[in-house]
């Protein structure tokens, strides 16, 4: 993804990744985190490999644990796949770009359903495409149609949760529900549909086809 012109990666002092098996690229799970601070990525690997520093001058085979660290290393064989994922890296935004554009196209069209603009000045590699429901339009709520979109045999979700209305938040600082209006307004809306390369043209057709049956028939 891209913001003014900028790889998202090299806009922030860390960016993280994610490799979850649904994102752009995946190693079947596992992350990394980018940044052009030595400071920072000597840390950080320090983190994740146990706390531990070597010290060649006291031996090669000497370490010390200086600070508390983890076992956060992705294994070898998971780099291998995320390698050979990284070369197919354009085709894949290429082709959830595509799948993107019969999406607006034809919710769009629907004046229940709001999709998210792109401003010009941003080049998405699209993870997840989100519709928002109009629900002043519908004589049901987003739960009724979700669960009838599972029932078609669409693999809708949501994303994501509020973190304030979510137990450890709650009890560690006191959220409750009204403090974030904007995240609450959208995540009662949101809807996520199925986004992946290897869709095909039939796929995204019968996402379209059903999402259009049901919501229509809850229009107002």
Known sequence: SEYRGRKIGSISDMTILSFHPVKTITTGEGGMVLTNSKEFCDKMRIFRHHGIEKKPEKGAWYYEFERPGYNYRITDIQCVLGLSQLKKLNRFVARRNEIIREYDSAF????????????????????????????????????????????????????????????????KFGYQYGDFPVAEHYYERALTLPLYPHMSAKDVRTVIKKVQGIVKAYGI
Do not use: C, D, S, W
């Not at 699209?126 to 519908?138: D, S």
């Open 108 to 171: 769009k069209k629907i004046k229940q359903i709001a999709v998210f603009p792109v401003q010009n000045f941003v080049k998405p590699a699209f993870h997840l495409y989100v519709i928002q429901l109009r629900l002043e339009m519908l004589k049901t709520g987003r739960e009724q149609i979700f669960n009838e979109l599972k029932k078609a045999g669409i693999g809708v979700q949501v994303h994501y949760v509020p973190l304030h209305m979510q137990p450890f938040y709650k009890k």
